[in-house]
């Protein structure tokens, strides 16, 4: 099967109160981690594409390290710009041939961020070609703000169906108190997600299929791994899976998985230097760190996303 958008996926995903993965990809050994979890799980997936990974590996290096894991599976697999910062990195993700593009106008005022979402949705869709779009901002563990500051950046339901309707995105990315990277609360901060705007906002926009960035779980017996063998993680604390569970019974289609990945990786390899301090070929430790990464990864799909036997 080639690359699909993420259209139909989405569709079933809302229907059936369950959430596809979208990975961070950076190497061979990721994509064959995902993909092999996925297909074994009979799940859906999204690869996803940072600007880290585009200056660390190359999109064309990406984009036919996938199409070499798309001819060996026959599961519906995306291929997604994850934070597009403008028009041109879009349209060259569109030209290599991703099915799908996030344009990330968060940032800006609200007149600009509908301008550009709507130029990316206009070429996109062109071209066969789906956008996800984000409204609100993530918040971060250096925000020591008060409640009601970190309240506003949330995404405000009132808001979603003219940014929508005027962008015609096909998804949205929404601020319902993930963020990025392995340290997203302090030690006694509630990690709860603000499921009530989550339910408003599917409210205001029935059966529109919702983002969630930011949503590694930074699994502890992973960290306690990274820390025992002569890393360093201390209060590395991320979104309880619970949290994400109800999330994907309700509006969100896709949850974005970045930081789990590297944590799986890493914990393998130090434990392997640890047991095998003589190894110096990168197959053997590789073997050890891909293995993990897709157990993780087999995880996510059955007992949080919930996209098991949707293929
Ligand atoms: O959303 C951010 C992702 O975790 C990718 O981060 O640009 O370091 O690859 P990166
Ligand atoms: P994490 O850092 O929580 O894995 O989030 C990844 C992400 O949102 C990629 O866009
Ligand atoms: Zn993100």
């Known amino acids: 099967m080639p690359l699909v958008t993420t259209t139909e996926m989405f569709k079933k995903a809302y229907a059936g109160g369950y959430a596809i993965g979208a990975f961070n990809v950076n190497n061979m050994e990721t994509i064959q981690a995902i ?13 996803q594409v940072s600007a880290g990974a585009r200056k660390y590996a190359n999109p064309v290096f990406l984009r036919h390290l996938v199409q070499a894991a798309v001819e060996t599976t026959d599961i519906p697999i995306a291929m997604h710009l994850d934070h597009g910062a403008d028009f041109e990195i879009c349209k060259s993700c569109i030209e290599v041939g991703f099915t799908s593009v996030m344009i990330d106008a968060s940032s800006k005022p609200w007149e600009e961020n509908i301008a550009l979402t709507k130029k990316v949705v206009e070429y996109a869709h062109d071209h066969g070609v789906v956008v996800e779009a984000e409204l609100g901002k993530l918040a971060g563990i250096e925000d020591d703000v008060k409640v009601e500051a970190r309240d506003a950046q949330f995404t405000s339901p009132d808001e979603v169906q003219e940014f929508t309707e005027r962008t015609e995105c096909d998804s949205l990315a929404i601020a319902i108190g993930t963020s990025h990277g392995a340290y997203k609360f302090k030690p006694g901060q509630d990690p709860r997600l603000r499921i009530d705007i989550l339910e ?90 891909r293995a993990n990464m897709k157990q993780l990864v087999k995880h996510k799909i059955v007992d949080v996303l919930g996209s098991a036997n949707r293929a």
């Open 200 to 289: 408003e906002i599917g409210k205001r926009l029935p059966g529109f299929p919702i983002v969630l960035h930011g949503a590694s779980s930074v699994p502890q017996d992973q960290v306690a791994v990274v820390n025992e063998f002569g890393g360093s993680m201390p209060n590395a604390i991320g979104i309880p899976e619970s949290e994400l569970r109800k999330a994907a019974k309700l509006a969100v289609c896709k949850i974005n998985i970045d930081s789990d990945l590297r944590v799986a990786f890493t914990a393998a390899i130090r434990r392997h230097f640890a047991e095998n301090p003589s190894h110096f070929d990168p197959r053997q430790y590789l073997t050890d760190a």
């Open 35 to 47: 993909v092999e979890a996925a297909d074994e799980c009979r799940s859906p997936v999204i690869l």
